[in-house]
């Protein structure tokens, strides 16, 4: 099994940034696909960012150009960088990860994870 746990949600204005952490723990090895998902009460989720087995990178269009995903397979963690943020991207921001060797762009279109963190809000006010 594998345990995610998501910190650096919070509150900002529109414009702002923020940085999300997530850190892996358990069978971490089996873990070759990453990403972060959002939701928001009474909507379908979104995956805002991957980062598929074969290394390559996706992102949903709204958010492409404005945040950036990394990982440091060292220290088992995840980020998220957000910048210029709007009202918009105001959601639940979970960490997901799985076991699939498959692109960026798959996780981007399915939202298939295997294991999901808790979550943890990020709230953009105008």
């Known amino acids: 099994q594998v345990q995610l746990v998501e910190s650096g949600g919070g509150s900002v204005q529109t414009g702002g940034s923020l940085r999300l952490s997530c850190v892996a723990s358990?069978?971490?090895?089996?873990?070759?696909?990453v990403g972060w998902v959002r939701q928001v009460p009474g909507k379908e989720r979104e995956a805002v960012a991957a980062?598929?087995?074969?290394?390559?990178?996706n992102y949903a269009d709204s958010v492409r150009g404005r945040f950036a995903i990394s990982r440091d397979k060292v220290k088992n963690t995840l980020y998220l960088e957000m910048n210029d943020l709007k009202p918009e991207d105001t959601a639940m921001y979970y960490c997901?990860?799985?076991?699939?060797?498959?692109?960026?762009?798959?996780?981007?279109?399915?939202?298939?994870?295997?294991?999901w963190g808790q979550g943890t809000q990020v709230t953009v006010s105008s």
């Open positions: 980062i598929g087995s074969d290394g390559s990178i």
């Open positions: 997901a990860a799985a076991r699939s060797h498959l692109k960026a762009l798959y996780y981007i279109r399915s939202v298939n994870f295997e294991y």
């Open positions: 358990g069978a971490t090895d089996s873990i070759v696909s």
